[in-house]
């Protein structure tokens, strides 16, 4: 290793820690990367919030606008959770 060192102009280890990737810690980024990206695409792509209300003031609690809104609205909640 000192050769190796010598040879190309090493002068002892750098200042800066090494890089630790921690799996715990990238799986829960990944994780509510999705989730939060599910949640977004329900909310503001599919799905209308006006229409959702419009649906509950017909007493049309399982309408696929009101479970939409709701089902992103979980998804960014566990994302942030």
């Given amino acids: 290793m000192m050769a190796l060192d010598t040879r190309h102009g090493e002068t002892g280890k750098s200042g800066l820690p090494p890089v ?19 949640g977004t695409f329900l909310l503001a ?5 006006d229409e959702m ?3 509950i003031h017909l007493g049309l ?7 939409g ?7 960014i909640l566990l ?3």
């Fill in 53 to 55: 209300w419009n649906r």
């Fill in 45 to 49: 792509a599919e799905y209308s919030l």
């Fill in 61 to 67: 609690y399982t309408a696929e606008v009101v479970l």
């Fill in 20 to 38: 630790v990737a921690r799996r715990d810690m990238t799986m829960a980024l990944v994780i509510a990367s999705l989730f939060a990206s599910v």
């Fill in 69 to 75: 809104v709701v089902g992103g609205a979980a998804a």
């Fill in 79 to 81: 994302a942030l959770g």
